[in-house]
């Protein structure tokens, strides 16, 4: 395996809502490991978030804006939406978009 693979494959982003934001926006992190990601949350008294690896987010990003530039583009309905996350192993409440609940 090449280096920028094994960085794209060891890189997680953690999304953690902060209450230092006064809309409670989520922020993204960048952290190298899983491990380092429950460490800062420790460190911060945050709640470990969905994780994202970056592999995951590439497909993610390469899949919803693949014929973005097409005229007849459109958003993704709510079943394609969990056909996309799903295809890259993003589960759980979390990625449905018609769900109310938030869990990894």
Known sequence: MDFDTEIKRSIYRHFAETARRPSAAAIAERFRSEERVHAWCREHSEPVRPLVRMDQLWGL????????????????????????????GLTGDFWDPESDAFSG
């Open 61 to 88: 990003s390469t899949e919803w804006y693949a014929s973005r530039l097409s005229p007849d583009a459109r958003r993704p309905s709510a079943a394609e939406m969990r056909l996309i996350f799903a295809g890259l």
